[in-house]
């Protein structure tokens, strides 16, 4: 009996010239060295141009988010959202540089993000993660692109932050599925998972930085992991917590 795969989601983008249509199919159940043929109806969701915003923005099921954030606002998924990232740039390479009270990218509840072209995501100031996701909910990264998850200063590249941000201080599941993904920690924070907690506890052991469980599968392309001083590539920020991690795959995850 060949593996099976269970209650899974297949994330189907097809790209032209301008456009980028989507279908999301949930509750299948795949098996190892099987053929399927699933007839999907493609949808076009709606797309914004970052460049554009004049205000704080929350994307929607089936958005395409596109080119370079200008402005100090703070980008958001819906709860339960899947939204394509197609050539983003958020608090990347910009001069004079943004600053804000959050993440690069924030999830407001469980959310799938399809990664196509290549994408730039940083965290907004000291102690914000590139992209963060609530407790007990699940950001899946899925897509055949590029992602550039940066955190800044002491906050993990996708994951938490730093644990005096009431904001930050835990972030729910990570499943990555796809795509390239090159992460990097902030001082002492993990690339993908925790942020870091070492510089407060010698003043208030408080409540650390945490994270829930990580999954990278043997589906993605590769994942770049480069972690801050202390901390773990892929799991917890210094004297932080995280979940369980599984690697499906560990020749397709580089450790720094």
């Known amino acids: 009996m060949q593996p099976v795969s269970s209650d899974k989601t297949i994330s189907v983008v097809v790209n032209d010239a301008s456009n980028s249509y989507y279908k999301s199919v949930t509750g299948k ?9 699933i007839n999907v109806t493609m949808e076009q969701g709606q797309t914004t ?27 958001s998924i819906a709860a339960g959202a899947t939204v394509i990232l197609k050539n983003v740039s958020i608090n990347y390479d910009i001069n004079p540089a943004l600053s804000g009270s959050f993440a690069g990218i924030n999830c407001s ?63 729910g599941n990570i499943v990555i599925q796809g795509g390239t993904v090159w992460a990097t920690g902030g001082s002492s924070a993990a690339a993908i998972g925790s942020g870091a907690s070492i510089i407060f506890t010698q003043y208030d052991p408080g409540t650390p930085s945490s994270c829930g469980d990580i999954t990278v599968r043997n589906s993605v392309t590769h994942i770049y992991a480069t972690k801050g001083s202390g901390a773990e590539s892929i799991g917890s920020g210094q004297c932080s917590n995280c979940g369980t991690v599984t690697i499906e795959d560990p020749g397709k995850v580089t450790e720094y």
Not at 51 to 75: F, M, P, Q, W
Not at 144 to 165: D, K, P, V, W
């Open 29 to 37: 159940t795949l098996a190892v060295n099987n053929q399927y043929t």
């Open 49 to 75: 141009n970052l460049s554009t915003l004049s205000a704080d923005y929350v994307a929607g099921n089936g958005e395409t988010l596109t080119g370079k954030l200008l402005v100090s606002h703070k980008i």
């Open 109 to 171: 509840g469980n959310a799938t993000l399809i990664i196509t072209g290549t994408n730039y995501v940083k965290g907004f100031s000291s102690g914000h993660p590139g992209i963060s996701v609530p407790t007990d909910n699940t950001l899946t990264i899925t897509g055949n692109g590029t992602l550039y998850a940066l955190g800044h200063e002491y906050g993990a590249g996708i994951g938490s932050g730093r644990y005096n941000i009431t904001d930050y201080k835990a972030c």
